[in-house]
């Protein structure tokens, strides 16, 4: 009776820790989600800032229309604000990514496990089918959450290359426009 008692709290033990990892990975979710709604929020910032108040279509065809400035710098300006464009369009693009709808692994069908509890001679069984719901979700929940994480990664890396390209881009066509 004493090894039945042990061998039960240890699956109940068991239980509490898959059910804690399968809760930690749903936060992970939440955390993640959140970061890439700031990201979006900060993207369409720059985007808005930049491209209607910084790189304006006025300046570029300035740009073009002087014919003081060289063809080569006239190209360089149009290309930076291009590849500009490009890494916060590419960044926003991974950051939608993130917020997909992605198949999300629940524990299991609540009535389908009730009908199976039925069948169950214990409940050491019982507690062990728990344990295995928790562990196949919370590792199928931990890959999804961690391709976001990985698309959220990628997101900032191109939001930085092209913010920075943006400042650049806004240097460049003042530096120009301006005679030098």
């Known amino acids: 009776m004493e ?43 720059i985007l808005g800032s930049i491209f209607l108040e910084v790189i304006t279509a006025d300046k570029i065809l300035k740009l073009f229309n002087n014919s003081s400035v060289p063809q080569w710098e006239k190209i360089i300006g149009v290309s930076l604000a291009i590849l500009s464009a490009m890494a916060l369009l590419i960044a926003l693009i991974f950051t939608i990514f993130v ?12 009535v389908d496990r009730l009908k199976n509890t039925i069948f169950m001679n214990n409940e050491v069984e019982v507690l062990s089918k728990s344990i ?12 999804i959450n961690n391709k976001r994480a990985q698309y959220l990664s ?9 913010t920075v390209l943006a400042l650049i881009t806004a240097t460049t066509l003042n530096f120009i426009s301006l005679g030098g």
Do not use: M
């Open 154 to 162: 990628l997101a900032l890396g191109f939001l930085l290359i092209g």
């Open 132 to 143: 295995s719901d928790f562990a196949v979700a919370t590792s199928r929940n931990n890959e």
């Open 3 to 45: 090894d039945n008692e042990r061998i039960r709290d240890l699956f109940v033990r068991q239980h509490d820790y898959f059910q804690y990892l399968y809760e930690q990975e749903q936060k992970r979710t939440v955390s993640i989600v959140t970061g890439a709604k700031v990201y979006i929020a900060f993207l369409v910032f």
């Open 99 to 110: 917020l997909k709808v992605w198949a999300y692994d629940r524990l299991c069908n609540p």
